[in-house]
């Protein structure tokens, strides 16, 4: 099959479950969201049905992120949680271009959300979030800290293996591969040990990429493009705060999901959502309470959706 864009894969990989009853793995990219936005292509036909789920799952995340925050410290740190979230222009610009980081986010926050109720299906969660990108692995953590276990909580692990194990399975039919992506310098359908680097340059690389990620709030070597996604600040803060409460299971999460950014031949930011929704979560109570912290976030991302704005115009 000849190369096409992600987002013509995502929409594609949806209209043959419907249209064709076949799921189609050879397609390059993970379909976690494809398969869940299969009932709004089924109840609209628009071939704007990727779109149409990215938009849905924003707003859910907006409200699980004040959930969680909520529950975790106050009303205040939930309203400045979801605000924060909600303020992040990667996602209207991926939900305009039929991207997948929607998605990626809404799981993450899904499992953060989850592991604060101490839901019994959080192990369930996390498996199937494993469909939307494998960068999701840096909250299994969660699972392994979670407090209250039982019969059903290995019930939905159990569930959720299984739901997996099939998505593995019907890709490796199609594509020979558990994981059918894209990897830098080995173009579509890379394998999993051509996705990853191998050097201690490659690893060092992506550390520097992961730092200038975190706090360049544009790069001027692709002008106008912003590069952090979210404030430098709200990821400062966060960082601190989960270091200075040591709330072990997000600290781990930070650690697993740096060594999986680094893995890659080459990682995009939104690879590292997870953390940055954990650093939004943990700062948000801190932020909300200081003048000057709530100045330095709105001054640190506005510069974020004035480049959004140009690259879109």
Request: proline share 4%; with cysteine; hydrophobic share 50%.
């Amino acid at each position: 099959m000849h190369q096409i864009s992600d987002a013509a894969a995502y929409r594609l990989f949806t209209q043959k479950i419907v249209d064709e009853g076949v799921f189609d793995f050879s397609l390059v990219g993970c379909m976690g969201q494809s398969i869940v936005s299969t009932p709004v292509y089924l109840l609209t036909g628009s071939p704007y049905h990727y779109n149409i789920t990215s938009a849905i799952l924003f707003v859910l995340s907006v409200l699980l992120m004040f959930k969680t925050a909520s529950l975790l410290y106050d009303r205040k740190a939930g309203i400045a949680a979801a605000v924060i979230f909600s303020t992040m222009p990667i996602f209207y610009e991926e939900i305009i271009s039929g991207m997948s980081t929607p998605g990626i986010a809404f799981m993450a926050v899904l499992c953060l959300y989850l592991y604060v109720i101490e839901s019994k299906l959080l192990p369930l969660c996390f498996w199937v979030s494993l469909t939307f990108k494998p960068f999701l692995f840096a909250l299994f953590p969660l699972v392994i800290l979670a407090r209250k276990k039982g019969t059903f909580y290995y019930l939905s692990w159990a569930c959720g293996l299984c739901l997996l194990g099939l998505y593995f399975y019907g890709s490796y039919l199609d594509s020979g591969k558990i994981y059918n992506v894209w990897s830098q310098g080995s173009g579509c359908g890379a394998s999993l040990s051509q996705s990853i680097t191998t050097s201690a340059g490659g690893y060092i690389k992506n550390m520097f990429r992961f730092v200038l990620d975190c706090v360049v709030v544009f790069d001027y070597t692709q002008w106008p493009v912003y590069r952090a996604i979210v404030s430098p600040i709200v990821v400062a803060v966060g960082c601190i705060e989960v270091v200075r409460l040591r709330q072990k299971a997000f600290l781990w999460c930070f650690a697993l999901g740096f060594f999986l950014y680094i893995l890659p031949t080459y990682s995009f930011i939104r690879y590292a959502m997870p953390l940055f929704c954990i650093a939004i979560i943990a700062a948000s109570p801190l932020i909300v309470r200081s003048r000057d912290l709530i100045l330095s976030t709105v001054v640190t991302t506005l510069p974020l959706w004035y480049f959004f704005i140009k690259k879109i115009s």
